[in-house]
């Protein structure tokens, strides 16, 4: 299946790579390379790309490009969804996935990748069983280590693997049993011109972390599951408990992870938490244009908006801006033309906006069309599509833990568009 | 301590192993010398006696390995640690063997020992781990030693060694592909395990080695799709795709029947339910289609992982659905809201706005979003969608802007009632600034107004000004092509348009050359008096353009159009020639023809075949026997005592086991494997029960029509007094029904349990009475064995109060009662009973008597064991059977010389026999020609040890080692019959 694993970064540079079969030469990059300069925006490099000989098929994740050569016929999901983990695999192991990181454990990743597959198919995946096999750095082993010749390799042999539940070690212990979850939604909206939504959309994901002693079984209800409209599971989730009793009951890998991830669907009706008021002009003549940019609040449920943003992708004639903004500041790049408006908190008696006039290149026409509005915020203590836990119990064990829930909202793709009409 | 203090040095004291290896890379030679040191260096660090040395030294050459630097010249060095204690370093040093033994192939033998040792390790992350590396050592000498490791591995006790040894079949084929044949005998071997662990891997050695031996899977495809859900996520994939070419081999297409009474049936596919109707009446008249319990096994197993967070175990589903399910299965909508959310490629109307482009789409997934809005679009969604595309085309994205124009063109072709709209619309486009925008717009509009040229004269004269300011080629080609196509509705513009561009003929390109040759032929046809002159002129031009293909072009048209003395009976019929009626083009989509791909492969994402596609083969016209998948009851039994982790259920159908609930509970599933029906969680509580027992009658319902035959084929079995017998249990196994009454405890022994009668039905005045060893453990006291008693009151009066009484025992025997049973109603049709009793029979085989009472009559009996059920199986491993054995011999050995039975020739027959005649376990053997059991007798405990060595010609010797002499020549005798009958 999985033949190789290069890393390159930003710059093209190989920094590491990986065969578990035969050695295939780092040349074969060269066709993705090829490929990578033609297209603009790293993201427009297409994950599958033909070679004579190879199949070459990558992912872009934290400025990296994760690119395995294939040779014969796979299902390409299964090599993205695996180089996904493996992305999340080093997040997980290192804080981060970024070049830098991988550089400085180098051997630490290289091991995990000789654990996460073998002869190309997937051997252990599971983040709770990879951290028996291969310890996660930490600074304070690293000391210990130099001190004393020690090593990051477990010198116990996992059980994980070959006990029943493959994402749960045996033999957890905790003074504090403590299970946290969070309930985080982003809300995906376009909104026309005019304001009126002309789509939206919930992508809701239930974070957990629990650190609980032994084998727990734990059952999570909700006051209003039916919300829910298509959900995906971590596998330690029991599918026929959902359907039957629309409950969650699992036994929880130890440790941090995504029990799972839903979408309340554009039939529901989605709250919108603000509204926005904008009028970009750009004139025909003396190369200047007016922006005009007011927020308010609007079916927040009482919750404060936090950590509100516009980013605005304005023209390329656009030279500078020149604007007033009543809360927070503004900042416009000019070499990649994005305006943005950190505003913060959302105060209702005192709404924020932001005018002023823009200059462009001389004798340049008028752009075509105005730009669209990315919107960013945060709103603490709230699901927006008012989903509630309402209880965790749990079985199996017999001590009392520690519960607690933590709603937000975020905003994801929110993007208000300037139509106009052919 | 030097070496160690001068790489401190050398490293300027930071201990970082991310430090770049410079010196190697052979380009720079200058510093070669001082590289040359350093690898010197290293390999004085590997020689030290310091672990914490040899592990820095590790490090940094594995380092160098992950950048890709050569480090081949230390392998000598690296080599000679194999043996290295210390974890870590070992690691390390199987890393470093893996990467360079291909290239060192003499030196890497020397480590080969280590690694056989390692398979014997006790530890099995060990034997795993050696296996794993052996195997991934690419020497082809080692191809027998590899094969034996592999053999010897498939039938280890640990699963997760079984799972390496899946791993290892593949590595060691690519290395040697003439080992085929005996590897496929140990994927057979492991095809019919019963871990979830194991099962992924075999089914990917599978699909590498011998996709085409299709009948390997017979046997074990029930188990595969009940076992599937707990597999994991990546075996799942690699599941679902070999099932899916399974089925398609072996099931009929269930869409085929629509055809049968198609006539009368509209071909909407939402309404369902008059389709079950109609199901329903064609049934009646016709020989129906009845979707094979298995196909339905298979769909309903799958249907679950919809759900599941992997996107590819998502896919895997769709297009297994996609290839197998009926068309009007309502899962097929669930289906692709589901892929909606996941993967750019549904079809489904009301999920619609999620295919919404936005500004920050990569384009490629754009381009996608527009081909499925494209393809969703219908009468009445068209505005809508209509309204997105006006946004888009103001994306910046220019590749995007043509791809949505050429969208709008498709959806007008598509859809008359918008046609109109459309064009106006691409019309304002052309005024657009930028260029590309226009040139797009103008072939579509070109291929638009192909389909009704006479309404839009107007159109057509505003696309001739154009030409004066687009220079696009592709696009001044379309419009002259439209004039000189169209000339007759715009008699005044066309030649002046002529005019303009005869003028400027020579600074175009190529391919506006030769449509202004096409536009002067046209015109010179219809109205030659104005454009003789200026067709003259351009042919003349183009007979010394540099093109030669535009000088060909001039000399054909001048010889066919204008007419000379020589001019033969073509130039008649020029006119017909080139103002012939062209049939409107079809804009159709650059995905089509992909779908006799996979879904969801390489292949169909490439559309070209990659390397090891497999063809997905058709359906086949009739059905093959389903009785192969029928599996003896032998494997039955352990399938349903295997454990689960995630509830095997599936949302529909009705193999809810109410076990299944029970042992998803790992702690419950640690308990014996026949204990599942009682220990229904607490925690499940009486709702799930009472829900699921709701669900289960209503699947029955469900299943009613295309069950109905299996379902009189079980009331049938069920009214037989008698014990299950085999074809019932595969029955419920392949439904994985369990009824209240066949608990798995009871199901499990049936097949390889010999049935004893106790009570004839005579005697016994209608009552019979059926007697087994289960074989189970008797938990209240674990020195007795558990006998498993049926009643069967076949009499016409009740019976009542059945108990024991008056039991008779040789001394030091025990017997521990049964507890009295009820009321027996004889019409029941479950007038059956079951009990268990249990008899510590002192490791004899005489006999306990006993008076069997009913609430009018006393029955003597007595209850005689074979010897082979006075032993409960115990597990060895190979070397501890040996040295057991090695204790146990002189007088405690008994070896008799047999010759075989004619069926009973191969290894599988002679373990089912032995092990029906006595209740032992397989011991793990390298070598194919022995099998090895082992038992300890229930009372005292002593080690009953067999052995079954096979020579040719079905010649045999049968050893027994047991401490207890009587038994032992009992057992031989017992054996002997077996094997010999």
Redesign the interface.
Known sequence: MIHSLFLINHSGDIFLEKHWKSVISRSVCDYFFEVKEKAVDPENVPPVLQTPHHYLISIYRGKLFFLSVVQTEVPPLFVIEFLHRVADTFQDYFGECSEGVIKDNLVTVYELLEEMLDNGFPLATESNVLKEMIRPPNILRSVVNTLTGGSNVGDTLPTGQLSNVPWRRAGVKYTNNEAYFDVVEEIDAILDKSGTTVFAEIQGVVEACVRLTGMPDLTLSFMNPRLLDDMSFHPCVRFKRWESERVLSFIPPDGNFTLMTYHVSSQNLVAIPVYVKQNINFFETGSCGRLDITIGPKQNMGKTVEGLMVTIHMPKVVLSANLTATQGNYTYDLTTKVLVWDIGKLNPQKLPNLRGSLSMQAGAPKPEENPSLNIDLKIQQLAISGLKVSRLDMYGEKYKPFKGVKYLTKAGKFQRLSLSFL | MSASSAFNDEKGGS????EPEYGHDPASGGIFSSDYKRHDDLKEMLDSN???LK?EAM?RI??M????KNASDLFPAVVKNVACK???VK??VY?YLV?YA?EQQDLALLSISTFQRGLKDP????RASAL?VL??I?VTIIVPIMMLAIKEAASDM???VRK?AA??I??LY?LDPEQKDQLIEVIEKLLADKTT?VAG?VV?AFEEVCPERIDLIHKNYRKLCNLL?DV???GQ?VII?MLTRYARTQFLNPNINKTFYGSDEDEDEDEEEKEKKAEVAAMAKRKPYVMDPDHRLLLRNTK?LL??????V???VAQLYFHLAPKAEVALLILF??IS???TCGMFE??L??F?I???D???IKVLKLEVLTNLANETNISTIL??F??Y????DKDFVAATIQAIGRCATNIGEVRDTCL??LV??LS???ELVVAESVVVIKKLLQMQPEKHSDIIKHMAKLTDNIQVPMARASILWLIGEYCEHVPKIAPDVLRKMAKSFTNEEDIVKLQIINLAAKLYLTNSKQTKLLTQYVLNLAKYDQNYDIRDRARFIRQLIVPTEKSGALSKYAKKLFLALKPAPVLESPFKDRDHFQL????H??N?K?????ELPDWPEAAPDPSVRNVEVKESVRAVGT?T???T???WGPQ?MEG??GC????A??SASGSESGSG????GS??ES??SE?GSESEEEEEEEEEKDKKKKKKELKKPVPETESLVTDLEGLSLSDSVLSPATIAPSSVLKNYELLHRITGEGLSVEYCFSRQPFSPDANMVAVQMQFTNSATSDTKNLHMEDVKLQSGMRVKEFPEIGEREPEDIQCTAMAVMGIDFCDSTQAANFQLCTHTRKFFVSIQPPVGELMRPIFLTENEFKKEQGQLMGMNEITEKLTLDAKCRNEHAIVQRVTTAANLSRVPCGSDKECRFAGRTVTSSSLVLVTVATKEEGAAQLTVNCEKMVIGTMLVKDILLALTQ
């Open positions: 201990s970082s192993v991310g310091k672990d914490s592990l490090k594995v380092a390995i992950a950048r890709g210390n974890i870590e690691k390390l890393v990467r291909e530890n099995q992350l060990i794993r195997s991934s690419r640990s699963p997760y390496t791993h290892a593949p590595k690519s662990l891997s990917m859900i994991e996520e990546w994939v795709n679950p759900q599941s967070r992997n996107a590819a998502v896919m895997a809201e589901m959310t996941l993967y009301p999920y706005k999620s919404y936005r500004s920050t990569p384009t490629q309204r997105e006006q946004t085309i103001k994306s910046m106006n619309g304002q486009l657009n600034r930028d969801g492969s390489l292949s994402l490439l070209a990659a390397g090891g596609y497999q454990v982790y995630r509830d259920g599936a949302l809810k299944s609930e998803s509970f790992p702690r599933s640690d969680s607490e925690e499940s709702g799930s829900e699921e669900e």
